[in-house]
């Protein structure tokens, strides 16, 4: 006799779609790609980094096709994934997010204020500026924002990918 447990369905590879605000947001591709990726991660996260090799291969295998949204999601768990998401939205102020975002993924066990602030002036960032971003409110509540509009999407772990909207689950 077969247990009930054999029949439960695997769950879907995509999920239904659902509203996720991009404007404003670091992306890299063309901006009028026809397929959106929306990544939620944290920089402190190791499946995150490994994601973010697969994500850059499909970029780079449809680079006129395709573009990635990056979303801020640092969790409790990681003690320096909110200090290193807000140094990532401070950096996207001068036009810096993804220098800075290569380069935390590149030394994520090493997120400390000391090193953060090395690879920013290394990614040449104005350091005085991104310093007085990297403090303020207004990060803060961007990061919060961020997160927000993950758990109203539905995320529930990094990294957390959705194709046009829809969340996926593989």
Known sequence: DASPMMHRAAPKLLEAAVAIPVDGAPFTGPK????TLVEFSDF????????MVKLNAVLKAYPNDVK?????????IH?????????ALAAHRQGKFWPLHDAMFADRTHLY???????AGAAG????????????????????REQA???KAGVDATPTVFIDGQKYNG
């Open 32 to 35: 009028n790609a026809r397929v």
């Open 44 to 51: 402190q996260c190791p499946y995150c980094a490994v994601a």
């Open 68 to 76: 990635l949204v990056f979303k801020q999601f640092p969790l409790d």
């Open 79 to 87: 003690s320096q994934a909110a200090l290193a998401a807000a140094a």
């Open 113 to 119: 204020r000391k090193t953060i602030l090395a690879m």
């Open 125 to 144: 960032l104005d350091t005085k500026r991104f310093e007085q971003d990297w403090d303020s409110a207004a990060i803060k509540q961007a990061v919060a």
């Open 149 to 151: 509009e993950g758990d």
